[in-house]
């Protein structure tokens, strides 16, 4: 399949702005992607809105869910795809729960540097929805886009909760 694409769209709203005017002129940013399917159009995000109608949620982290949400156009930059299979996988492995939530618990845990399927990244300096947002295009695209200004948490490198290791075997418990 030549010519797939996935959307990135940069969005600052009016209290990115003033945020931005408070910290001395550096606007943050939230950013989504975008895609086509079979047609019809959908985006993703890391956020802590409520699931907007038709939306689902396919992952939780401290304090955020991701979201995939059908929409009615694709928005934004197209960013060349070679895998737009890989990048939905990414989308949903990035805060999976399919092993159980840790990020609600008191529990100890070990962070890993690929999901393990107990939650997303702790959100905040500096993971951000940029962060998920650059994961998801890492994992399809042949490139990513340049880094947009005000995207902070861009290039960090998350680290997924997992549960701690034995000491005796450095297996998990």
Not at 59 to 87: F, M, S
Not at 115 to 138: A, E, H, I, K
């Amino acid at each position: 399949m030549d010519n797939l694409f996935v959307f990135f769209e940069p969005v600052r709203t009016w209290w990115m702005r003033w945020i931005g005017r408070i910290l001395g002129g550096k606007i943050p940013l939230h950013s989504q992607v975008y895609w086509i399917q079979d047609g019809k159009c959908f985006m993703t995000e890391l956020t802590d809105d409520p699931v907007a109608l038709g939306g689902i949620v396919v992952g939780k982290g401290d304090g955020y869910e991701v979201q995939i949400t059908p929409v009615p156009n694709v928005q934004g930059n197209p960013v060349p795809c070679d895998d737009l299979d890989a990048a939905i996988r990414a989308m949903k492995e990035y805060a999976s729960i399919e092993n159980g939530d840790l990020n609600g618990t008191e529990c100890d845990r070990h962070w890993y540097d690929q999901p393990q399927g107990y939650g997303g990244p702790m959100y905040g300096d500096p993971c951000t929805c940029n962060t998920f947002s650059r994961w998801v295009l890492s994992h399809g695209c042949k490139c990513l886009p340049p880094v947009p200004e005000g995207a902070v948490g861009w290039d960090h490198v998350p680290k997924f909760p997992g549960p701690p290791l034995n000491d005796d075997d450095m297996q998990p418990e």
